[in-house]
């Protein structure tokens, strides 16, 4: 699929997290990849691994090619891109069951994406975005929203995850999380694309994947 490393679109829509493995891992090569260190849960999900050399290890030869995708990316497409890891690890988080190792693996993933893509979207796409009369307002929405998505992690952080509730919640979650992104893609993004210059979206998108992949490190 890297053949279509000129196409950015075409190489979003490769499947889950494999930009965001490269994108981590590209800023920190002198330590294992994420997927080389991958669980079960994560390794068997679509999209992941996906570009494994034939070691079996999480190939970078094309990550010449991957640099100059993130360096063309505007932010809309850097953020659909976190929002497709962040679909693909939802579906798969409520598909799992009781006190299990992948229900375990799978969640504090999800917690760990939504907290970096929390934190670099509000700071290179809301704080901006606020700045303007039309955007104001849903900026404010999408950020209200990320702390209701912050109190249901917490929730399942403090529920036993055997317990019929613990599901519950994740699938509340799950709701949450696809309503929030298809409002941001259907919404503000058309709002956004209308007050931000090119120049602007260019930037941002550099600022966001700088302050995800310095979030992500956090861990
Ligand atoms: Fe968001």
Redesign the pocket.
Same mark, same amino acid.
């Given at each position: 699929m890297f053949q279509d490393a000129e196409n950015p679109r075409i190489y979003l829509n490769i499947g889950l997290q494999s930009i965001n493995e490269k994108r981590v891992s590209l800023l920190k090569l002198s330590r294992p990849t994420r997927e080389q260190m991958l669980p079960d849960a994560l390794g068997n999900l679509p999209g992941v691994g996906s570009h494994r050399n034939k070691s079996g290890h999480a190939g970078l030869q094309a990550s010449g090619g991957l640099l100059a995708i993130i360096k063309r990316m505007n932010i809309f497409e850097a953020?659909r891109t976190s929002?497709e890891t962040q679909r693909g690890l939802a579906d798969a988080l409520i598909k799992t069951s009781g006190d299990s190792k992948d229900r375990d693996v799978l969640f504090k993933e999800l917690r760990t994406e939504l907290a970096a &893509?929390?934190a670099a *979207?509000?700071r290179f796409?809301?704080v901006p975005l606020i700045a303007h009369d039309m955007t104001q307002e849903p900026s404010r929405h999408?950020?209200a929203?990320?702390h209701e998505m912050d109190e249901l992690v917490e929730k399942l952080e403090k529920t036993d995850a055997s317990s019929p509730a613990w599901i519950a919640v994740a699938k509340e979650l799950h709701h949450k999380i696809f309503h &929030?992104?298809k409002d *941001?893609e259907q919404g503000i993004f058309q709002l956004a694309g209308k007050v931000l210059t090119e120049a602007e979206k260019l930037s941002l998108a550099k600022d966001y994947e700088g302050e995800f992949v310095s979030q992500r490190l956090k861990d």
């Open positions: 953020l929002h &893509h929390a *979207e509000e796409f809301y999408g950020i929203e990320h &929030h992104l *941001e």
